[in-house]
């Protein structure tokens, strides 16, 4: 199955097209970069991060540039902006099933979940 993302932009109510987002494995304090890209334009990376063959027990991070995403949007922000990159640590404990963690967010607030 496999693991995936999405971003919405809860500010404009739209997919957050063009976000810049970095894939990580993390084992206690250290962590190695994956894969970098940016959503597409239904805020979504294409294809699977990882498929079940690449995917394995453990932690990830997904580190989401935020104040880049809404900067480039036009949004004005204080300086230093609320959010700047947002990281969600995540376990895989069944790589057999499917992980979708999609990412909700405004410049002022974010929310996660496992999705399906």
Known sequence: MGLSTH???????CPAAGMAVELYTTQGDTSSLLKRFVTNADGRSEGLLLDTASLLVGTYRLTFDVVGYFKARG?????PNFLN????DFGIANPQQHYHVPLLV??????TYRGS
Do not use: A, F, I, K
């Open 75 to 79: 949004v004005e922000l204080p300086e």
């Open 85 to 88: 990159r947002v990281s969600l």
């Open 106 to 111: 405004s410049p002022w607030s974010y929310s």
């Open 7 to 13: 971003v919405l932009d809860t500010m404009h109510g």
